[in-house]
């Protein structure tokens, strides 16, 4: 009886770790995968990309600096940013793709505003997840 009482306890603890996991887990990396689908006529997740697509590729590109792949001609207005010290940390990404123009004017990705905060979300866990 002791004995259950003790995994019972145990397993109290053990749920209360895990309640900060979960809550992180509410971004669905494999919904964001789906999302990616907005971004892959553009971008790869391909560290190698040899095909040349409009946009660079995204592999690690969380922590990156911007405008930083190698052989890949940004716009000036990227450029511009990438001097200034962007780095695509998941809150700069997230307003990226919320509204491109609006966060970096001039930029040349012409994606639409990716209105859907949870779309966002799942794309971010996504594309820190890819390649790590
Ligand atoms: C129509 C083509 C197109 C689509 C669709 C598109 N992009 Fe882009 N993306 C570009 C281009 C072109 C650039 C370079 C922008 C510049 O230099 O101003 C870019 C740049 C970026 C960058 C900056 C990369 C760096 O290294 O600085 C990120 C991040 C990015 N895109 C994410 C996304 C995500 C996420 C999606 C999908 C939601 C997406 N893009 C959809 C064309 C596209």
Do not use: N
Request: hydrophobic share 50%.
């Amino acid at each position: 009886m002791a004995d259950l009482a003790r995994a019972a306890a145990m397993l109290a603890v053990a749920l209360a770790c895990l309640k900060p996991a979960m809550a992180a887990a509410e971004a669905d990396a494999a919904r964001g995968e789906r999302v990616f689908q907005r971004c892959y006529a553009c971008h790869s997740v391909d560290p190698d990309e040899t095909a040349k697509l409009q946009g660079p590729s995204l592999f690690q590109v969380l922590g990156r600096p911007a405008a930083r792949v190698a052989g890949f001609e940004f716009s000036d207005a990227m450029k511009a940013k990438g001097a200034a010290g962007l780095i695509w940390t998941p809150e700069a990404l997230d307003a990226f793709i919320a509204d491109p123009e609006a966060f970096v004017p001039g930029t040349l990705m012409a994606l639409p505003p990716l209105r859907s905060e949870q779309d966002r979300a799942d794309l971010v866990a996504y594309l820190a997840r890819v390649g790590r």
